[in-house]
């Protein structure tokens, strides 16, 4: 850090001349941006999901309808025209595409990863790469347009009990969608454990197949899972494609029944989108229920977040 | 391991079993595979549905296959055994006029049907003259006091632009009131084609070290602008448009590929493969019009481009969609790059190590997870409900999309500006420049193209997103486009999921909304693609 103690040394006679001033706040209130973006999210979503629950409105100054915190932390029937408002409707599907889209993107992430980091030529990684980005750039409209056209027919092939709306197709897509994080982060911390750990393992004898699964995937394991989580809540927080395939009519499934992954449900990202669709008054309950859910949402992608960056600092085997 | 006796250890010594590995790795590769393969049939599918190549008759596959396919095979299988470099610059050729094909198209957009080529012409002028007060300013620094500078920057772009209401008009009002102006395409091609001619007369002049060449050149680019746009006057095609499209695609081709031809003696054979590329479809073009032959019928067409949304599949049309989605990347790259780059510059240039910057860096990688339909949340709340903003507006659009990639904008540029050497900040500093000179002169010149780059992913992000204009209350169906910043605006990914799910019916499933997916995914294409390139070139100078 001596450089910067020069740079600073040499700097600091001009350091408050008003050029010098005048650029150095423009580039500081640039910064400051995200910090009033977030405070702005947390502010919005917390006073306007206040004025929500019969808890916490008389504190905001509303009257009128509201909805209890418990009933809505614990109901499972989603029912605006009824007033009925079971967040557990709706978080229960979220859970359905992000245990769906799991199964299919965790195993292949990680293949991918080990693939590119330990088998991979230089060339076919050139090529390799670009083309699993190409996964995570095409808009998520799109894979839901995929989903409800092109792959719900196929599994209706095999599976004929499959409705027009289906959480499986949507989590396959969701799920090839999200291979790209998780394979890039997972490569990452592969390709940082040193080579040295790898020349051990051959030279006790190791296979390739040995050194990949027994050295560097244990010695990546930090890494690896926080692309899970990060890539999991990248699927939580996927509204377009589950809002066009897994279905518009919310319902309490069970997601360890595989059966109930052939019906329709309505995700938490697909219910916003489908509030403000709808003709909902602006100030009312089900404009209010919008900020409920989206506080619920962001809270749970914000403590994802920070869970995969605590284990990507925490665990990390330092070499 | 002890029940083995010793004569079965001696002999399976030193050898391993192959199986399991090579299992292993095959799993791998397919894995690898799994999701490319299946996105690769999707769109396989989706094209077909849109193009629908069945429908054509065996003459006009024929036709194509002798005219076009069979010499582009030949000169690339060719050049690809002989001369790759002249390959890719055959390639860099073609590609380069499809995508300003493309995107020249949508500057003819927004001049033929949002903003007059007279208003932008105005308002450009309103800004060059203030711009070039403050050139002259400069000049004179050590006079002026830099407070004074600063302060007169700010009143002459004011007045200039606003003029004081009542006793001055500002300067777009003053050249919108000249009684007599020419038509339309001759404001486009003199301005537009003239700013084009000079950089291509520049190029000229140096390439062949020659002001002469470089005004021949000139003069040609400007000719050609001005023989396409009169040609639209004789077939009935817009002649602004036509004006755009030259002066944008086919002007900096051509110049171009000249260049490569005096410049690059061993690879520009490969401009063959250019020529039998562009001329093969003409001729393909001409003799199946000649013959009768009808082509596919693709939804991908002229009508699907040009027309609005309709309640029958076959007459809906992306117009209005397009124009939005070009005004609002307009919006979301003015907003994001400066505050971007400004981000990015103060944490890697200014910030001192310690907990603010630390939380702002850690918060940027957060709200990089947030998800958009959050964003939309935060657009609703904010601008509409707190700021009393009307819904669904290019402006409020725009800056809900800004702010959601504004993350990745600064991550990205963050990551250029740390591949700066080290060394020319401390050969700056060491002249005795301050920081904002370091910056400005060492730095984000350097550090640009990765910038860029980074910008443009991040746009492409910006144009697949749905769910945020959703949430800001654009409306699914328009039929016109939008003119100013505060109407109402629709986008191509908007326009698909309101076929997909709002008229979700067999006809627009088949027809509007793979034609419209597939319109988008080459927006996408275009953008990815000049990021790359711009990449490659970047990489491969440094």
């Known amino acids: ?319 | 391991m002890a029940t083995q006796s010793d004569t079965d250890q001696i002999q399976g010594f030193g050898q391993v079993s192959r199986t399991t590995g090579v299992i292993f790795r095959y799993l791998l590769m397919g894995a690898t595979m799994f999701g490319i393969v299946t996105l690769a049939i999707l769109l396989v599918y989706v094209a077909n549905d849109a193009i629908q190549p069945l429908t054509a008759d065996a003459g006009w596959y024929l036709v194509f296959f002798v005219t076009f396919v069979a010499p582009t095979t030949l000169v690339g299988a060719y050049l690809y055994r002989t001369n790759v470099d002249a390959l890719k610059l055959g390639l860099l050729v073609v590609g380069m006029l499809a995508v300003t094909l493309m995107f020249s198209g949508g500057v003819a957009i927004v001049f033929v049907d949002i903003v007059p080529p007279l208003v932008s012409l105005s308002y450009a002028i309103g800004l060059l003259v203030p711009f070039a007060a403050v050139v002259l300013m400069t000049k004179y620094e050590d006079a002026i006091p830099f407070t004074a500078r600063v302060a007169a920057t700010g009143a002459i772009f004011f007045l200039s632009l606003f003029g004081i209401p009542g006793y001055y008009h500002s300067i777009p009002e003053m050249v919108q009131k000249i009684p007599v102006v020419p038509t339309e395409w001759v404001i486009i091609t003199l301005v537009f084609g003239g700013v084009v001619a000079v950089v291509v007369g520049q190029y000229f002049a140096r390439i062949r070290e020659n002001t002469r060449a470089g005004v021949v050149a000139g003069v040609a680019a400007l000719a050609a602008t001005g023989a396409a746009a009169v040609s639209g006057m004789f077939t009935g095609v817009n002649p602004t448009a036509l004006a755009v499209v030259a002066a944008g695609a086919f002007v900096p081709t051509a110049a171009y590929a000249g260049g490569a031809a005096l410049t690059r003696e061993e690879e520009r054979i490969g401009l063959l493969l250019a020529a039998v590329v562009i001329g093969g479809s003409l001729v393909g073009a001409g003799i199946v019009d000649v013959l009768g032959f009808a082509g596919p019928q693709s939804w991908v067409d002229w009508q699907f481009l040009t027309s609005s949304h309709s309640g029958t599949a076959e007459n809906a049309g992306l117009y209005p969609a397009i124009g939005g989605s070009i005004l609002l990347m307009v919006t979301v790259a003015a907003l994001s790059f400066p505050l971007g780059v400004g981000a990015a510059v103060y944490l890697e240039e200014y910030a001192p190590d310690n907990v603010f910057t630390r939380f702002i860096d850690v918060n940027i990688s957060n709200l990089a997870g947030v998800p958009s339909v959050v964003y939309g949340l935060l657009g609703l709340g904010v601008f509409v409900t707190y700021l009393g903003q009307p819904t669904g507006t290019v402006l409020i659009g725009g800056a809900t999309l800004a702010l959601l990639i504004l993350p990745i904008v600064i991550i990205s540029s963050r990551e250029a500006i740390r591949s700066v050497p080290q060394d020319m900040r401390q050969a700056s500093y060491g002249m005795g420049a301050t920081r904002w000179q370091t910056v400005k002169n060492v730095v984000l010149p350097e550090a640009f193209p990765g910038i860029l780059t980074g910008t443009i992913l991040a746009l492409g992000r910006a144009i697949g997103e749905t769910a945020p204009l959703i949430m800001i209350g654009a409306p699914n169906v328009l039929f016109n486009l939008p003119t100013e910043l505060s109407s109402k605006v629709s986008a191509m990914p908007l326009q698909v999921y309101a076929w997909s799910s709002l008229f979700a019916s067999e006809d627009f499933y088949t027809k509007a909304v793979p034609a419209g997916v597939v319109v988008l995914l080459a927006v996408l294409l275009a953008m990815n693609s000049v990021a790359i390139v711009l990449r490659n070139k970047f990489e491969s100078e440094s």
Not at chain 1, 300 to 315: C, F, G, K, W
């Open chain 1, 1 to 319: 850090m001596s450089t910067d103690d020069l740079e600073t040394d040499l700097t600091r006679k001009t350091e408050n001349s008003p050029r010098e001033l005048l650029t150095r706040s423009f580039f500081f209130l640039c910064a400051a941006l995200s910090v009033v973006t977030t405070i702005s999210i947390v502010a919005l979503l917390v006073t306007e999901a206040a004025k929500f629950f019969t808890l916490t409105a008389p504190l905001m100054g509303v009257t009128g309808e509201t909805a209890s915190i418990v009933d809505f932390l614990t109901g499972t029937t989603w029912q605006i025209h009824n007033k009925e408002f079971g967040v557990l409707a709706l978080v229960s599907a979220t859970l359905m595409i992000t245990i769906g889209s799991a199964i299919i993107a965790l195993p292949l992430g990680v293949a991918t990863a080990i693939y590119l980091s330990e088998y991979a030529s230089k060339q076919a990684r050139s090529v390799l790469k670009p083309a699993l980005e190409i996964l995570a750039g095409v808009p998520t409209v799109v894979y839901g347009f995929f989903a409800l056209i092109y792959i719900t027919p196929a599994i209706g092939v095999v599976l004929p009990g499959i409705g027009t709306f289906n959480i499986l197709s949507a989590s396959i897509v969701v799920g090839i969608m999200i291979i790209p994080m998780v394979a890039s982060i997972s490569e990452d911390a592969m390709s940082a454990v040193p080579d040295d750990l790898r020349q051990a393992g051959y030279g006790m004898g190791a296979t390739k197949f040995d050194v990949s699964t027994g050295i560097v995937v244990p010695a990546a394991l930090s890494g690896i899972f926080s692309s899970f989580i990060l890539a999991l809540s990248r699927a939580i927080g996927e509204t377009m494609a589950v809002t066009v395939a897994a279905g518009a009519q919310a319902k309490f499934l069970n997601p360890l029944d595989p059966s109930s992954y052939l019906e329709g449900a309505l995700p938490m990202t697909a219910a916003m989108v489908q509030l403000l669709t709808g003709d909902i008054t602006g100030g009312g309950l089900a404009y209010r229920s919008l900020f409920a859910i989206g506080l619920v949402l962001f809270v749970i992608t914000l403590i994802m977040n920070i869970i995969s960056d605590y284990v990507a600092q925490r665990y990390r085997e330092a070499y």
